[in-house]
């Protein structure tokens, strides 16, 4: 039997490598993409070709950069093997128009002359990875496609989660063609921007949450956190260490350090909602966290600065509280820096079909299912006064969703006992007093839940803590 020459030689071992597979790899996933050898040595085109098409690439090779830029510049690629030293040209100055060409398209140089300078001057232009001639690995080839071609699917699925995060909070989930919406919209156009504070006012279930979402993923802040707190759930001995953090052996539990979350939020936002539930003291300190932009844990000496951006809401008039001596005047004067207030629904009625839309929109996601409101049954929506606003609404349409039996919503679908109810029937059994209105909702959500203090105060949408001080207030017994 006669030698094989050099080119059997390699012929014969990517024959062999190629009818393995990589174990730490699943490829099934990898098949179809194609993959673009640039080397003017045929065996190594053809090394290439037998490894790859194996594991299911598609494989397209060029001998010179003339030939190969002519591919680049006719179709896309998904990643390319390219010689430093062509017939024609510097295999770098590809390099370089492939990444401009396509930013996300890995590139590996290989070449037989490989000094540190070079292999660094490949990788500043934006190579993956560099691999030396002569091919004795040539498993390596595989390996350094499926890693490539790996990094880049998972950089493409973290942009596309990047993008439906940023899309499911951009102004399009805020819906309203209202002359108040549309005043929301431009302020937020407006504060794309700059990162000033902003103050939010509005009743419970108008979507104080969702507009302040909408204004940092609107804003330089938006590929960084945003962290939400319910201002009024924190418990009242553990508020001032949940927000700015505390170190170990601060208090009796502090069994390690913990951030806080303002620093959580460092670089991005945190939106304080229900602010004006905070006591005064703690008040004193965010209103030096804001003005000094640090934070000092409890038991720490030593103040850590922290850049979060300060989104604030509340359904109480802040105004009202700092004239009540129960909020800061310093602290709402550096918060309301930018002031909005959210419509309540019934101001706003025109907006009803489009969150109804909406709300079938989003459901449609979810279940793959279909469903339209029969023009009665919108009508009978109209009606209504939502004293819980877009979140009772919401409710209601998620309810008839779930009961119905068709694809149209019809007015017997809607189970509400209310459609015909006028705004006066809505308002004449209600206390004049905000107090009494608020001791009824407390006896009426105890009531409602066998007097279960924490069921009790998720549905009033308050924290456990708030409901026991309006109960001393208002001297209800929770037995």
Not at 166 to 175: A, G, N
């Given at each position: 039997?006669?030698?094989?020459?050099?080119?059997?030689?390699?012929?014969?071992?990517?024959?062999?490598?190629?009818?393995?597979?990589?174990?730490?790899?699943?490829?099934?996933?990898?098949?179809?993409?194609?993959?673009?050898?640039?080397?003017?040595?045929?065996?190594?085109?053809?090394?290439?070709?037998?490894?790859?098409?194996?594991?299911?690439?598609?494989?397209?090779?060029?001998?010179?950069?003339?030939?190969?830029?002519?591919?680049?510049?006719?179709?896309?690629?998904?990643?390319?093997?390219?010689?430093?030293?062509?017939?024609?040209?510097?295999?770098?100055?590809?390099?370089?128009?492939?990444?401009?060409?396509?930013?996300?398209?890995?590139?590996?140089?290989?070449?037989?002359?490989?000094?540190?300078?070079?292999?660094?001057?490949?990788?500043?232009?934006?190579?993956?990875?560099?691999?030396?001639?002569?091919?004795?690995?040539?498993?390596?080839?595989?390996?350094?496609?499926?890693?490539?071609?790996?990094?880049?699917?998972?950089?493409?699925?973290?942009?596309?989660?990047?993008?439906?995060?940023?899309?499911?909070?951009?102004?399009?989930?805020?819906?309203?063609?209202?002359?108040?919406?549309?005043?929301?919209?431009?302020?937020?156009?407006?504060?794309?921007?700059?990162?000033?504070?902003?103050?939010?006012?509005?009743?419970?279930?108008?979507?104080?949450?969702?507009?302040?979402?909408?204004?940092?993923?609107?804003?330089?802040?938006?590929?960084?956190?945003?962290?939400?707190?319910?201002?009024?759930?924190?418990?009242?001995?553990?508020?001032?260490?949940?927000?700015?953090?505390?170190?170990?052996?601060?208090?009796?539990?502090?069994?390690?350090?913990?951030?806080?979350?303002?620093?959580?939020?460092?670089?991005?936002?945190?939106?304080?909602?229900?602010?004006?539930?905070?006591?005064?003291?703690?008040?004193?300190?965010?209103?030096?966290?804001?003005q000094e932009r640090e934070v000092r844990p409890l038991g720490s000496a030593v103040a850590i600065p922290v850049d979060a951006r300060v989104i604030a809401a509340s359904?109480?008039?802040?105004?009202?509280?700092?004239?009540?001596?129960?909020?800061?005047?310093?602290?709402?004067?550096?918060?309301?820096?930018?002031?909005?207030?959210?419509?309540?629904?019934?101001?706003?009625?025109?907006?009803?079909?489009?969150?109804?839309?909406?709300?079938?929109?989003?459901?449609?996601q979810r279940t793959g299912q279909r469903f339209t409101f029969s023009a009665e049954a919108t009508q009978c929506l109209l009606k209504r006064q939502w004293p819980g606003?877009?979140?009772?609404?919401?409710?209601?349409?998620?309810?008839?969703?779930?009961?119905?039996?068709?694809?149209?919503?019809?007015?017997?679908?809607?189970?509400?006992?209310?459609?015909?109810?006028?705004?006066?029937?809505?308002?004449?059994?209600?206390?004049?007093?905000?107090?009494?209105?608020?001791?009824?909702?407390?006896?009426?959500?105890?009531?409602s839940t066998g007097s279960d203090i924490a069921a009790a105060a998720k549905l009033m949408e308050v924290g456990v803590s708030t409901l026991y001080r309006k109960m001393?207030?208002?001297?209800?017994?929770?037995?």
């Amino acid at each position: 039997m006669r030698p094989l020459d050099a080119v059997e030689l390699i012929d014969a071992n990517c024959t062999a490598i190629a009818k393995g597979s990589l174990s730490r790899f699943n490829n099934t996933s990898m098949e179809g993409q194609c993959i673009l050898v640039v080397d003017d040595n045929p065996a190594i085109r053809r090394l290439f070709e037998r490894i790859l098409t194996a594991e299911g690439f598609n494989m397209l090779s060029a001998a010179s950069l003339e030939e190969a830029s002519g591919i680049i510049n006719s179709r896309k690629v998904d990643m390319a093997f390219i010689d430093l030293f062509l017939p024609d040209g510097n295999g770098i100055d590809l390099l370089y128009a492939i990444r401009k060409k396509y930013q996300d398209v890995p590139v590996v140089v290989i070449t037989g002359h490989g000094t540190i300078e070079v292999a660094v001057e490949a990788m500043k232009a934006g190579a993956f990875d560099f691999l030396l001639k002569p091919l004795e690995h040539v498993e390596l080839i595989k390996l350094t496609a499926t890693r490539a071609l790996l990094q880049r699917k998972i950089i493409d699925e973290n942009i596309g989660l990047k993008n439906a995060l940023s899309d499911k909070y951009k102004m399009d989930r805020l819906v309203g063609r209202s002359p108040g919406m549309q005043r929301i919209f431009k302020i937020i156009r407006q504060l794309s921007d700059n990162e000033s504070t902003v103050l939010i006012r509005g009743e419970s279930g108008t979507g104080k949450e969702l507009l302040a979402q909408a204004i940092h993923y609107n804003s330089p802040r938006r590929e960084q956190k945003f962290i939400p707190v319910d201002c009024g759930s924190l418990p009242e001995t553990l508020i001032e260490s949940e927000l700015f953090g505390h170190l170990k052996g601060a208090f009796t539990d502090a069994y390690r350090d913990v951030k806080g979350l303002f620093r959580e939020a460092d670089r991005g936002t945190i939106f304080l909602d229900e602010i004006g539930e905070l006591p005064l003291a703690v008040q004193a300190k965010l209103l030096r966290v804001l003005q000094e932009r640090e934070v000092r844990p409890l038991g720490s000496a030593v103040a850590i600065p922290v850049d979060a951006r300060v989104i604030a809401a509340s359904k109480r008039d802040l105004k009202e509280m700092v004239q009540n001596s129960r909020f800061r005047e310093d602290l709402f004067y550096r918060l309301n820096v930018v002031y909005l207030e959210l419509p309540l629904l019934r101001e706003r009625q025109e907006d009803i079909p489009l969150l109804l839309e909406r709300f079938l929109e989003d459901y449609g996601q979810r279940t793959g299912q279909r469903f339209t409101f029969s023009a009665e049954a919108t009508q009978c929506l109209l009606k209504r006064q939502w004293p819980g606003n877009v979140r009772e609404l919401q409710n209601c349409v998620e309810q008839a969703l779930a009961l119905t039996n068709h694809t149209e919503i019809k007015p017997e679908d809607l189970t509400l006992t209310w459609q015909n109810r006028t705004p006066e029937a809505d308002l004449k059994d209600l206390p004049l007093s905000f107090d009494a209105y608020e001791k009824l909702a407390i006896q009426k959500a105890l009531a409602s839940t066998g007097s279960d203090i924490a069921a009790a105060a998720k549905l009033m949408e308050v924290g456990v803590s708030t409901l026991y001080r309006k109960m001393k207030k208002f001297g209800i017994d929770g037995k």
